[in-house]
């Protein structure tokens, strides 16, 4: 198991194209990979690898989340997503 | 033969075939199988969402390079359908419930659509349409039915609809669909619009069409006299297969004035602009000397998201490059009333077409609004570009737009932007409070156009989506020419630019009327140029003066339309 802590950057947030980015992304990697808000206590770990799952989360702009991943290759998982959320998504 | 009438809004006449579209209704229950046929029916299931893939694949593909937006929904659409939660949801309702296919289909996507809908974020809620689209899609597979859209069509036929989604107009078949029947919808209506700029005729406002008529019936559509003809006579056949003929040689015989200069009988010349809704160049670009009004809708409406600044950007500068040097008029985003955006949830209101829509919804959405004139002064660098704000009430709401293009300007400025800085910014009168008041709001602006439209729904207090009102809506009544004598005057005085791009630009009657009442620059649809140009070269200034003083003074609407008719009739001959 691995983990990482950031925070949303880009204005959109995670949905629409972002969300999209992502969720290709994770789906790349063997592991489970998961998203959870840390701003809610009572938030629940969303799989990565699904949009709608992902979307449900309502992550926007600001938000705190956890990218958690288990498995062969989740170090490089959770490094490769963490540095697309701080990359913004390429958005100015 | 029995006839059903319905509103011309596109005019010509076609002869074929029905082809009845409906969008699938799901139609699912509670149901489970028998223990033992659980690999069956997860193949069945994996199936449909093969099937489903292919098909949003094509029309991916059919889509991307002539409307790239658009394709974008089907894309997502495509995600959605992969998405393993899906997939996990359904298998675990199949193998541990035997629930049925569709059953489970409908449960798994009616859950997480739900789930969408409490996000907080408008943006993701409205995705839960999306959810609801791709179930639709699986559960009709599953059932055994073809997909139904007008993409496809594999023979020429004349579309029969309760009602045309843009949705389903911007992936129809234009060489296929000869005509579009409708049950509800007015003149100004989507598929009004659209059916013209595509000359297809069509008749909308027809009440029961899709319950009277079936598919491959043979009928008459006129869309010209207002009516549909069931099961013609043979004899009926060819009178029409005459008028077909005749139709099409009085609408090239107008096409031959499309690249004539535009010039009344007695010398003077007047201007013809163009109106775009998106952008792809066309032949109209060819024939005027200005775009009156670029919509911008588009933009939003075919988008998942909000479309950014960059996409803005370029899709202006290519409406620049379609003009040819000639000047563009940017009317910054009109929505609310009858059109929403998918990503944007806004609170449902009694009355739309009076609420918060157009530029009071910019205004209080000024990310949206700021993005937007950032977009259209940096594509000004590039051509003459001029910015327009609809739904105008009061002296305020100009001064609150132009304070927001002085700040966008600045922030442009101090970012090293190109633009112009002497950038014309006007206004759409459309709203009687502005038009009453033309001589006190040609000093705020630069320019401003009359969308004769909206300035007719909101005088004769007439809501244009409404058929069963159609008779109310007068745009060329008494009342309707005295305050646009007022605005033309008043704007002419102040050596302000006036236009009309509303369809009374385009119309026959309405151009002798508005040239007589001062007007001197109409924009319309690429359809119309011909026709305008012809009509107005059988007048003399004079005479369209004297014309539009007596019709300003006439009781009726119908009393103006029948005398501007004589007297264009008399000419023609």
């Known amino acids: 198991m691995y983990s990482k802590n950031t925070e949303l950057k880009n204005v959109s947030g995670l949905h629409a194209r972002p969300a999209s980015e992502f969720v290709s992304m994770a789906k790349t990697f063997e592991s489970k990979v998961t998203v959870r808000r840390l701003d809610d206590e009572a938030a629940q770990p969303a799989n990565a690898k699904s949009i709608i799952k992902i979307l449900a989360q309502g992550l926007s702009v600001g938000t705190p989340i956890e990218i958690v991943a288990d498995g062969p290759d989740e170090q490089e998982a959770v490094e490769k997503l963490f540095e697309l959320v701080e990359s913004k998504f390429g958005e100015d | ?573």
């Open chain 2, 1 to 573: 033969m029995r006839i059903l009438k319905g509103n011309p809004v596109s005019r010509g006449i076609a002869l074929g075939k029905v082809y009845i579209y409906r969008a699938f209704k799901a139609d699912v229950h509670e149901s489970y199988f028998e223990a033992g046929k659980e690999d069956e029916y997860y193949k069945k299931f994996k199936d449909a969402v093969a099937t489903a893939e292919k098909e949003l694949a094509t029309i991916v593909t059919s889509m991307s390079a002539e409307s790239p937006e658009k394709a974008k929904i089907f894309t997502a659409h495509t995600e959605i359908l992969m998405d393993e939660e899906v997939d996990e949801g359904v298998k675990e309702m199949i193998y541990e419930s035997r629930a049925m296919p569709d059953y489970a289909v409908d449960e798994i996507f009616t859950d997480f659509a739900n789930l969408l809908e409490k996000a907080k974020d408008p943006l993701i809620a409205a995705r839960a349409a999306d959810l609801r689209d791709v179930r639709n899609r699986v559960l009709r597979i599953l059932k055994g039915e073809k997909e139904s859209n007008l993409a496809n069509l594999r023979e020429n036929v004349i579309v029969v609809a309760h009602d045309l989604l843009p949705s389903d107009t911007a992936t129809m078949d234009r060489n296929r669909v000869m005509g579009v029947i409708t049950e509800i919808g007015g003149a100004t209506s989507h598929t009004a619009i659209l059916t013209r700029s595509y000359k297809i005729p069509s008749l909308l406002g027809v009440t029961d069409a899709v319950q009277i008529m079936k598919n491959g019936d043979n009928i008459v559509l006129d869309a010209l006299a207002g009516k549909v003809l069931l099961d013609p006579e043979k004899e009926v056949i060819k009178e029409y297969q005459e008028k077909l003929v005749e139709f099409i040689k009085e609408e090239r015989e107008t096409s031959e004035y499309l690249d004539k200069i535009p010039l009344v009988a007695s010398g003077e010349r007047y201007s013809i602009g163009l109106n775009v809704g998106d952008t792809e160049p066309e032949d109209g670009y060819k024939y005027v000397d200005f775009v009156g009004l670029f919509r911008t809708e588009f933009l939003y409406m075919g988008s998942e998201y909000m479309p950014t600044e960059q996409e803005q950007f370029e899709a202006y500068k290519k409406v620049l490059a379609n003009a040819m040097g000639n000047p563009v008029t940017l009317r910054t985003l009109d929505i609310g009333g009858d059109k929403t955006l998918r990503y944007m949830a806004l609170p449902k209101e009694d009355n739309p077409f009076l609420g918060n829509r157009a530029l009071r919804l910019c205004l209080d959405h000024m990310d949206m609004f700021k993005t937007q004139l950032r977009a259209a002064l940096r594509a000004s660098a590039f051509g003459e570009m001029k910015i327009m704000f609809p739904m105008v009430g009061t002296i305020d709401d100009i001064q609150a737009a132009n304070a927001v293009v002085a700040a966008v300007k600045k922030e442009l400025k101090a970012e090293g932007h190109a633009f112009d800085e002497k950038i014309n910014v006007g206004i759409m009168i459309e709203v009687p409070s502005i038009g009453v008041i033309a001589d006190l709001a040609a000093k705020e602006v630069d320019f401003a156009s009359v969308g004769t439209n909206d300035l007719t729904q909101y005088l004769h207090a007439v809501d244009r989506m409404n058929p069963s009102i159609t008779k109310y809506y007068q745009s060329i009544s008494p009342s309707m020419l005295r305050i646009l004598g007022r605005i033309f005057s008043d704007f002419n005085k102040a050596g302000k630019p006036i236009s009309v791009c509303g369809e009374l630009a385009g119309d026959d009657i309405g151009a002798v009327v508005l040239f007589g009442l001062g007007l001197r620059k109409f924009s319309m649809n690429a359809a119309n140029i011909g026709r305008v140009k012809r009509t107005l070269s059988l007048f003399t200034l004079e005479e369209t003066k004297e014309i539009a003083s007596k019709a300003q003074n006439m009781s009726t609407e119908a009393e103006v339309i029948e005398f501007v008719k004589a007297e264009i009739e008399k000419r023609n001959l």
